[in-house]
């Protein structure tokens, strides 16, 4: 799967947002090792801070069945530029993915940036941390 594929499976994934009070809809797609696809859209609740983010429901769907590798990630709305992931999800993308892993940010106009986990989140707080915490 190439990344321009990968940035239509973000598009499926997005037509199942639940958005009644945003109307703001969001797609991601995550591509495994092993070339699987796992789509998210946002699911917003009626009580606002329950909203899980399309990225994370990505990301939770394919760890929920045992998936642990990853290689891209793209994300789609219908945002005048590139869509970027809040701050919530950049932490759970920099658990989950490694650091040079591609994102496509992307929206219905066509418009791509490409950038990486670590640009998102540079300095981002790891495993790594609490491992050597203490020593
Ligand atoms: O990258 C983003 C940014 C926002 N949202 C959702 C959360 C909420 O449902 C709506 C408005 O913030 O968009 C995402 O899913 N991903
Ligand atoms: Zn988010």
């Known amino acids: 799967m190439d990344k321009h594929q990968l940035m239509e499976e973000s598009k499926i994934g997005r ?19 092993d070339g699987k696809v796992y789509r998210g859209c946002n699911i917003e609740n009626a009580s606002y801070s329950m909203t899980n983010c399309a990225e994370r429901t990505a990301i939770f769907k394919a760890v929920s069945e045992g998936e642990k590798e990853f290689t891209a990630l793209a994300v789609v709305a219908d945002t005048d530029g590139p869509c970027a992931p809040c701050g919530a999800c950049r932490q759970v993308i920099a658990e989950f993915c490694a650091p040079d892993m591609p994102v496509y940010l992307t929206n219905l106009k066509g418009d ?13 707080f790891t495993p790594e ?4 915490a203490g020593k």
């Open 15 to 33: 037509e199942n947002a639940h958005v009644p009070y945003s109307k703001f809809k969001v797609g991601a797609s995550l591509l495994t090792k």
């Open 112 to 124: 791509v940036q490409e950038t990486t986990v670590r640009e998102l989140l540079p300095g981002a």
């Open 129 to 132: 941390d609490l491992r050597n």
